[in-house]
């Protein structure tokens, strides 16, 4: 007879082992899901895991994918640690783009060196804004965030939808529904030239290693630590809870604007409705995946930004649908709280109670 | 046949990961014996129980009920052959009448006839003097009362052996007398009884025999009448363990703190609102506040401890008002508290040693500009565990891995190492091994004679007489008066456990204080 019982103690091993055991059964159900799909699954699973990082220019693809992604994800971070279920990282995202973008509009006069600063700003704040509002609503009336932010989700798509095809639509853009391109200053620069690549992935990796630093060294990321393992405690300890999480609001709506004002200003150059396909929510398998670690988040922002290039290459090499991206990222999630089980619990084989000695 | 064996454990072995919760235990309880079962807490004696009960089988041994050896099934088969148990936590229905919660253990046969199970349930109950009525709603009855539903439930189903678990911790004195005039009629009757406690002077006073355990094993039977509650404490603690501290008398220093008509009105259901609470503590005595569980003392000590916020000028230390500051605000002003739930509150069950120091100690210096001084909080958990004598692997275990006596040595030391002004403590000792009583005891007592006061909030009556200058009561949210530990006697405290006690204007404190 099999039966989960409790460990005593939490498996560290578990814990970076899970992520790994994870990616292994969503490759082998990959193999099964290309083989009832009738094609050749070895070669399926080379088009959408090797094949995209064959050259240098996927390389810098990847880096591209994987900067709004770490952005995301190191601000979710600050809330999940601190046990707050925002999923609205989609909708911070969204109005981040949206208010860079009318900034850049704005200033497309203008050349200074001060633009894109500006720009990039006015993503952070809108950003942050909309994510302190599901804030609001939680501390203030005690209102779900899981349910208040994926609704902002949807308000903060609708609203982006609106503005490209009125305020902000370009009026020499044929009735697409785009802006305008922006000017020359309200553009990130390249890191590497002739790639799409920006120093947006510099901002990912940054923000990254400062949420590790704030959880590792900060008195701060302690408190938002104990709020999440342990309200009471906080409030013993005196901890402002209200102030923490929104805090936490704040700091994963400003990070995730910033990623959807470097979308706009880096390899777009306009606003455009598919400005993300689903950032926002990858991100929360990336913090998971990453063990809500510094390390542990860029390699799966890396793995993830990754099933982005794999799908895309597999629409093109094998005529298989764009959903195959979200079959693998929702495979490989599911995996994972599956091992994550083995953390706190582990398989013993039980003999029926008749047996009469115990077992060592 | 007054030397039949009714239930006879031998050898009786239980294993959970990571320890050995029986060891080859060995039982035997007569027919219309009071036997005790004794052992501190983590002793084994729960699992012990659990498997007379039939809750949980055990990985070895053998079980022989009226001289037949058995497998029991689960809690329904152990209730079918005459084995009743009542449980520390009650397990009754609020919304139901007493007649219902019955109803529902018995077969549904014997559940279908009301009015002839209502005169059942009157016959029994006033056959052993505790008297309820059937139809009443068990929200309106009182602790005393709802465990009398529970003894009178196991009754009916003709129980001859009834386990109790720790009966008592929930009873005023008065109420206990009750209990055990029912028991003793009882076991005349032929009942068995298996009583778990680890009052050693309620033992005595009530059980024929006593089985000691001690980390999963029985380390003596005896005669608990004859032998002193010292020999009984040996028996549960080993040779090693100091059984008491000696506190000497001290001499209270200046006012400290004063509460002054501290009223709160709780938004929590299951809560207790506080009543008018006025008091005053001085720098250097230890006050005491005994009282059934749930009867306010929660509320006062969050109320202390800034959690809940009373009005600025209802609470006064050193003549500051501070009834409405926040718990970081008076940690600054000296004020540490020991709050009743060690894990999950006074401590962080997930996290380390050294994080739980940083959790209440940020104030002494371990942190800087917002950074955490990490070796500074190390070395302070690591004073923590030496002075304190804190049995852990290491400073990094986590706070779920201590026992519970070395977890409140840890957060005793934690609070006392800040040298706090006051120190307000809920049950500090509450399910905690001797040993780590008497070093817990021994560190409030040495708060004390450096000059602070310290409130103890407890249950047990024997620490408070031990330990308190001054003491008193509370019930339904009302402070009794504190008065010399000299001038109150067992009885009286009882009593005002149970609410009896004048009512305590600001007339009557020993305190003047101006007129708003």
């Given at each position: 007879m099999l039966s989960l019982e409790r460990r005593a103690v939490d498996s560290r091993a578990m814990q970076w082992a899970s992520p790994l055991l994870a990616l292994l059964l969503t490759v082998i159900t990959g193999l099964f899901m290309f083989m009832a799909l009738g094609k050749d699954p070895v070669e399926g699973l080379t088009f959408f895991f090797l094949t995209p990082l064959s050259d240098s220019h996927g390389w810098a693809e990847l880096g591209l994918k994987m900067a709004p992604l770490l952005l995301c994800a190191a601000g979710l971070t600050v809330c999940y640690r601190a046990k707050i279920w925002n999923i609205g990282a989609e909708g911070h995202f969204l109005m981040g783009s949206l208010w860079a973008s009318v900034a850049a509009l704005q200033l497309s006069a203008q050349s200074g060196f001060w633009v894109l600063p500006v720009v990039l700003l006015a993503g952070i704040i809108a950003g942050a804004l909309w994510a302190l509002l599901a804030g609001v609503l939680k501390t203030q009336f005690h209102c779900n965030e899981i349910l208040t932010t994926i609704m902002l989700n949807y308000i903060a798509l609708n609203l982006l939808l609106y503005a490209v095809h009125g305020p902000?639509?370009?009026?020499?853009?044929?009735?697409?529904?785009?802006?305008?391109m922006f000017a020359a200053a309200a553009l990130l620069p390249k890191l590497i030239p002739d790639t799409r690549l920006h120093i947006g992935l510099l901002f990912g990796l940054l923000a990254a290693v400062a949420v590790g630093v704030l959880f590792a060294r900060t008195f701060i990321g302690f408190q938002l630590k104990v709020l999440g393992q342990d309200e009471r405690a906080a409030a013993f300890a005196g901890f402002p809870a209200?102030?923490?999480t929104l805090l936490a609001f704040i700091l994963a709506g400003g990070l995730a604007g910033l990623a959807g004002a470097s979308e706009v200003t880096g390899p777009l150059g306009q606003l455009v409705p598919q400005v993300s396909p689903g950032y926002g929510y990858t991100a929360i398998?990336?913090?998971?995946?990453?063990?809500m670690q510094a390390v542990g988040i860029i390699l799966a922002a890396a793995l993830l930004a990754l099933t982005f290039m794999g799908g895309e290459m597999l629409q093109i090499a094998m005529n298989l649908p764009k959903a195959i991206t979200g079959l693998f990222q929702g495979l490989l999630l599911f995996y994972l709280l599956?091992?994550?089980?083995?953390?706190?619990?582990?398989?013993?084989f039980r003999r029926a109670p008749a047996a009469s000695a115990g077992e060592a | 046949m007054a030397t039949a064996e009714r239930l006879r454990l031998e050898n009786i072995v239980k294993e959970y990961p990571g320890c050995r919760a029986n060891d080859g235990v060995h039982l035997s309880v007569q027919a219309g014996e009071i036997h005790a079962l004794l052992g501190e807490n983590g002793a084994g004696k729960s699992t012990l129980m659990k498997i007379i009960y039939g809750v949980i089988q055990p990985d070895a041994g053998t079980l022989t009920w009226n001289g037949h050896p058995l497998t029991l099934q689960g809690p329904a088969h152990a209730r079918e052959l005459g084995i009743g148990m009542v449980f520390q936590h009650f397990s009754l229905f609020e919304t139901l009448t007493v007649a219902e919660n019955i109803a529902l253990s018995l077969p549904a046969a014997q559940a279908r006839d009301r009015s002839k199970l209502d005169a059942r349930i009157r016959e029994v109950s006033e056959h052993y003097g505790m008297a309820l009525d059937p139809r009443r709603f068990v929200n309106t009855l009182s602790i005393g009362e709802r465990q009398r539903v529970e003894i009178v439930r196991c009754l009916i189903q003709d129980s001859s052996l009834l386990i109790l678990d720790e009966p008592t911790s929930v009873l005023t004195p008065q109420e206990v007398q009750v209990l055990f005039r029912t028991l003793r009629q009882l076991s005349q009757e032929g009942c068995s009884i298996l009583f778990i406690s680890h009052k050693l002077q309620e033992v005595r006073d009530l059980c024929h025999r006593a089985t000691v355990l001690r980390q999963g094993r029985v380390t003596g039977e005896c005669n608990p009448g004859e032998i002193t509650t010292d020999d009984i404490a040996r028996m549960m603690v080993g040779n090693e363990t100091p059984l008491s501290t000696q506190v000497d008398p001290s001499e209270p220093g200046e006012l400290l703190l004063q509460a002054d008509n501290l009223s709160y009105q709780t938004r929590d259901p299951f809560g207790t609102s506080l009543d008018n609470i006025s008091m005053t503590l001085r720098a250097g005595e230890i006050v005491g506040i005994a009282g059934v569980a749930g009867n306010g003392q929660d509320e006062l000590l969050r109320a202390l401890s800034g959690e809940i916020k009373v009005g600025n000028s209802n609470l006064q230390l050193n003549g500051m008002n501070i009834g409405d500051t926040g718990p970081a605000v008076r940690r600054n002003l000296g004020v540490a508290v020991v709050p009743e739930e060690r894990l999950g509150r006074g401590?962080?069950?997930?996290?380390?040693?050294?994080d739980n120091s940083l959790l209440t100690a940020y104030g002494q210096g371990l942190t800087g500009k917002g950074w955490v001084a990490l070796g500074k909080v190390r070395e302070y958990a690591s004073r923590v565990v030496e002075q304190f004598g804190v049995r852990t692997a290491s400073i990094d275990s986590q706070a779920t891995s201590l026992s519970g006596g070395n977890l409140q040595k840890f957060i005793i030391g934690r609070e006392a190492l800040q040298q706090p002004k006051l120190l307000v403590a809920s049950h500090p000792t509450w399910g905690v091994d001797v040993g780590s009583a008497v070093a817990i005891h021994e560190a409030l007592?040495?708060?004390?004679?450096?000059?602070?006061?310290?409130?103890?909030?407890?249950?047990d009556l024997d620490e408070l007489f031990q330990l308190c200058g001054r003491m008193g009561a509370i019930c339904a949210g009302k402070l009794s008066p504190l008065v010399p530990t000299g001038e109150l006697t067992i009885e009286k405290l009882g009593q005002w456990m149970a609410g009896d006690f004048p009512a305590t204007d600001t007339a009557t404190l020993e305190t003047h204080h101006a007129v708003a």
């Open positions: 902000l639509k370009d009026p020499y853009g044929f009735g697409f529904p785009q802006s305008e209200k102030r923490l398998i990336v913090v998971f995946l990453g063990r599956t091992c994550d089980a083995f953390i706190h619990y582990r398989i013993r | 401590a962080v069950p997930s996290m380390s040693l050294v007592v040495k708060l004390r004679d450096d000059g602070a006061a310290v409130l103890l909030i407890s249950e």
